[in-house]
């Protein structure tokens, strides 16, 4: 009776305070963060594009191509 308790208890918290606010985010949802993305070869050598995102709560900076570029680096040779 009080996991039922318990487990009604936190469902209705989390639909008053909302998902994100609910349970603790490390590191913080929605920090900046930058990832690696597609490379290129140019010159025979090989470059990673770092692309700008944000974390999410489970601590994943997830880009897509589209996403505005943080730097490049070089990886290696083509």
Do not use: W
């Not at 690696?36 to 070869?41: F, I, R």
């Not at 700008?52 to 990886?75: A, E, F, W």
């Amino acid at each position: 009776m009080t996991k039922l308790i318990n487990r009604v208890g936190d469902a209705m918290l989390s639909k008053m305070l909302g998902r994100e606010v609910a349970g603790a985010c490390v590191p913080e949802h929605g920090q900046s963060c930058c990832a690696v993305s597609n490379g290129y070869c140019s010159g025979g050598s090989y470059f990673r594009y770092y692309r700008r995102s944000t974390l999410s709560c489970t601590g994943v900076c997830s880009v897509t191509t589209s996403s505005p570029i943080c730097y490049t680096k070089k990886v290696g040779v083509c």
